[in-house]
C-alpha cells in the first residue's frame, strides 16, 4: 500500500511539472517579455532583475502567475520531496544518509512553499529590497536543497541499475 502511495505521488509530481514546464511557467515569460519567472532562476534575482520582471508581466500573466501557477506550486513540492524519499529510501542503505536526505528533501519543499509566499507578496505589490531579497534566497536554498537530493537520488539510481547489471553478467 506504501509503495502505491509514492507511485501515486510521483506520477502526480511529474504531471503537474509537466504542466508547469510545458504551460505556465512558458506562458509567463512569454507574458514578461521573455524575462524568466522568479521560481526558474535558481541562481536567485537582484532587485533590479526582480523591478524589470514585475514592469515587464502583463495583466495576463500576472492572473496565470497567482493562479494555476501558483495553485501546481502548492502541491508539487510535497509531491516531489515523497517522490524523493522514496528513492532515497529505497535506494540508499544507511539509515544514517536516509534520514539526512529526507531531512534534506523536506527542507526543499519547505523553502519552495516559503518562496511561493514570498514570490506571491512581489506579485501583490510589495516590492522593497528586503522583500525580494527574502524571495530570492529562498529561491536559490530551494533550488540549492532540491538540486542535492536530485542528485543523491539519480546517483543511487544509476549505482543500482550497475550493480544489477553486474550481477546478471556474474550469474
Known amino acids: 500500500m506504501l509503495r502505491m502511495g509514492w507511485i501515486c505521488a510521483a506520477v502526480l509530481a511529474a504531471a503537474i511539472y509537466f504542466v508547469m514546464l510545458s504551460w505556465t511557467l512558458p506562458a509567463i515569460?512569454?507574458?514578461a517579455g521573455g524575462l524568466a519567472p522568479f521560481d526558474m532562476r535558481p541562481g536567485g534575482y537582484s532587485p533590479e532583475a526582480a523591478q524589470a520582471f514585475l514592469s515587464a508581466l502583463s495583466a495576463d500573466g500576472h492572473a496565470l502567475y497567482t493562479g494555476p501557477q501558483r495553485w501546481l506550486d502548492l502541491f508539487y513540492p510535497p509531491l516531489l520531496a515523497i517522490?524523493?524519499?522514496?528513492?532515497?529510501?529505497?535506494?540508499?542503505?544507511s539509515r544514517r544518509v536516509r534520514i539526512v536526505l529526507v531531512a534534506i528533501a523536506f527542507g526543499g519543499m519547505v523553502t519552495d512553499w516559503g518562496e511561493n509566499i514570498a514570490v506571491a507578496r512581489l506579485l501583490a505589490g510589495n516590492?522593497?529590497?528586503?522583500?525580494i531579497l527574502l524571495a530570492s534566497t529562498l529561491t536559490i536554498t530551494k533550488s540549492a536543497l532540491q538540486t542535492i537530493v536530485i542528485c543523491a537520488a539519480v546517483f543511487a539510481v544509476?549505482?543500482?541499475?550497475?550493480?544489477?547489471?553486474?550481477?546478471?553478467?556474474?550469474?
Open 29 to 31: 515569460s512569454a507574458a
Open 83 to 93: 517522490t524523493l524519499s522514496g528513492l532515497i529510501w529505497r535506494f540508499f542503505e
Open 127 to 131: 516590492t522593497g529590497n528586503g522583500a
Open 158 to 171: 544509476i549505482r543500482a541499475v550497475v550493480q544489477r547489471a553486474d550481477k546478471g553478467r556474474q550469474g
